[in-house]
């Protein structure tokens, strides 16, 4: 099938089937003060050998360094075979496909995906994926009001150990539809979010929690703990979690008594590379009760009238092409592309090898936080258990160490004070599956040399002699 | 020709009234709009105790083919809601003036039902709108 919608004769037969001169007059009844006009710093068309050439270059920017950052993006082990199946003519479509049905492929795919994602969040449903982990919290969020109906307030608690992006996008997203997200302090010793965070809401009408677990800052929150207090207030809980993570920890469906309502997150880990911060895909799972107010897109399988198993779009009468402004979201396609290679990762992996994969990012983390620690300017933030990625502080400036693990290509880790000022000289490190012991002992051996240059440069540690 | 008792009133967005002993008001949608919509899966009613404003949607019901608001044909607190369409929306399309019914409204002004149409203007509304 030819990817090319039409050509210039298709263009030209149109336009004098309706007697349009061009297409520009289709647009005349929009008012000359509404239009953008030309729009400046847009580049005329290359073609694919100089659009290669220019992606190329924008690619080596990043150079290959030794990866111990994480923060929301993770360098996971990618089996060969998921991208070979992945870009397969039959697959290599980034899009839900519009006659969908006709796809049987692409559904039953879809259908895997959701199949696997509900049992790692354990959850009943799942969609077929959202644009990425932030919007899919800016969904969850519009999803539980929605779907809160003994609650009339728009508020919704948001932990500041939520990932600080997911919270920004998510705020885009809703403040103009009313919703206030309050953002909650978390615990200086332990980096995790306290119940006495939420006391001060004990009674008033809040339409949902935000958890996420692993916290940004690697952290395991008491999930079990925080999901039974916002029940008890008549509060949705929201859960945003690490899929690797979820094949070793309890899932959202079952935190507290009586489980979160509705997962989400980044999932990226599962099989897509970082490629430079996207394209992403965020999934999204709920309870069964509220898979009507559940945004995206949903494969079922089912039997055609000979009795046949088949797979079809499901719940479409929520979605905008049939609801219009009254669709539970403006969400109108997915990931199809990463998400096809998410389910060949996952399906490839199988949940023990997921697992495994889980525990080696735990086991390398801790070895590298024992590695760096080892120097006595470098000491750990909090005292809870982490899964695969830990705060660090350096007891002398972060930027000029910083630098210097720049110039022998390794990336550090993610400096927290852009964040959380009261981080300061912070860095959170990861070291997931793909960190050997070697390169842990790279990192440790640079990072030491770096302290040491700098102490010796005049180290604020170091007392003043007169 | 669908089915329009003549004691009811109805609402240009095809749901029926039907004023209870008590002064309550009994809301559903009409033969001809289960008829248009197709076989139900789904109904959400409002919650108990809400107040509904007339012309105002307050109830969705869910086809195969479509998701529908529905809108209340009076101002006033909902006291009691069809909890059995849950189980089974299809209610709506088997008995949508009986056991298919939505919500029931204590009306503020029970004068708004005399805005409402009659069965006989209902069918001629039916007929135009049809043309």
Known sequence: MPFIPHTEADVQEMLAAIGAGDIETLFDEIPANLRAGKLAGVPVGMNEQEISRLMLERAELDGRPLCFMGAGAYDHHIPAAVWEITTRGEFYSAYTPYQAEASQGTLQLIYEFQTMMAGLTGLDVSNASLYDGASGLAEATLMAIRANRKSKSHRVLVPTTVHPHYRKTARTIVHNQGIELVELPYCPQGGNTLLEALEPYAGQDIAALVIQQPNFFGILEDVDALTDWAHAQGALVIGVANPTALALLKPPGRWGSNGADIACGEGQPLGVPLMSGGPYFGYMCCKLDLVRQMPGRIVGRTLDRDGREGFTLTLQAREQHIRRSKATSNICTNQGLLVTAATIYMSLLGAEGLRRVALACHDNTRKLVAALTANDCVQPVFNRPCFHEVPLRLTLPADGIVRSLHAHNILPGYLLSKEYPELADTLLVCATEMRTDADIATYAEHLNRAIGAQSAAGCPVQPKMA | ?131
């Open chain 2, 1 to 131: 020709m669908s089915n329009i008792p003549v004691e009811l009133k109805y609402a240009k967005t095809h749901e029926w009234a039907r004023q209870n002993d008590d002064g309550s008001v009994t809301v559903g949608i009409t033969d001809n709009a289960q008829d248009q919509l197709g076989d139900m899966v789904y109904i959400e009613v409002p919650e108990k105790g809400q107040t509904v404003l007339a012309q105002e949607a307050c109830a969705v019901v869910e086809s195969v083919k479509a998701a529908s608001d529905v809108y209340s044909p009076v101002t006033g607190a909902v006291v009691e809601v069809n909890e059995s369409l849950a189980e089974s929306p299809e209610t709506v399309n088997q008995d949508a003036y009986g056991a298919g019914w939505l919500f029931r409204v204590q009306p503020s002004d029970a004068g708004e039902l005399d805005g409402l149409m009659d069965g006989d203007t209902y069918a001629g509304f039916l007929e135009d709108e049809a043309h």
